[in-house]
């Protein structure tokens, strides 16, 4: 009887774990969001490799400060190279862009990657335009982040960056 009273127990702790870690598993929590504002951007400074003037290598930097929802301070550094020229069918620049959000102190950081269809002529996305990037990861406050971000450039100019982390 005793034996059969462990394993009635030791059976039934089994299925409680394995139905909580289907639990865990099916969860619906699709994360949290964070979103940045900011200004205009101001000019980058430019690296121009390859032969003058446009080219595929040309390096763009950037440093600027935005906020956050309640308004703390957000420092964004963000290097862009661009990969391809003349892409179609409206003569666009491929460009490879990292992203790094500084929140508060730099220990918290959120940092995205991807590319997007810029101007040839223009160091942003043109007004009214908005891509996706991966986020690829995080520290501090943001450790192991994943997800995306939808970076909107505003017809006014300024931006917002809206990180939705999984």
């Not at 409206?90 to 940092?111: K, P």
């Not at 995205?112 to 908005?130: D, F, I, M, N, Q």
């Amino acid at each position: 009887m005793v034996r059969r009273s462990r394993f009635g127990l030791g059976l039934a702790t089994v299925l409680l774990m394995g139905s909580l870690a289907l639990t865990a598993c099916s969860s619906t929590d699709e994360g949290t969001t964070v979103t940045v504002t900011h200004g205009e951007v101001p000019a980058p400074t430019l690296v121009d490799n390859g032969v003058p003037g446009n080219s595929v290598g040309d390096t763009r930097l950037f440093r600027f400060d935005g906020t956050d929802e309640e308004g703390e301070v957000v420092h964004t550094d963000w290097v862009m190279t661009t990969t391809a020229l003349d892409v179609a069918p409206d003569g666009f620049e491929s460009r490879v862009a990292t992203g790094v959000f500084a929140f508060g102190d730099v220990s918290n950081q959120l940092i995205l990657e991807g590319a997007a269809y810029y101007p040839g002529a223009g160091a942003t996305l043109k007004p009214s335009a908005s891509t996706i990037r991966s986020i690829i990861g995080g520290s501090g406050t943001y450790a192991g982040a994943t997800g995306w971000v939808k970076s909107t450039h505003l017809d006014d100019g300024t931006w917002t960056h809206v990180f939705h982390i999984q």
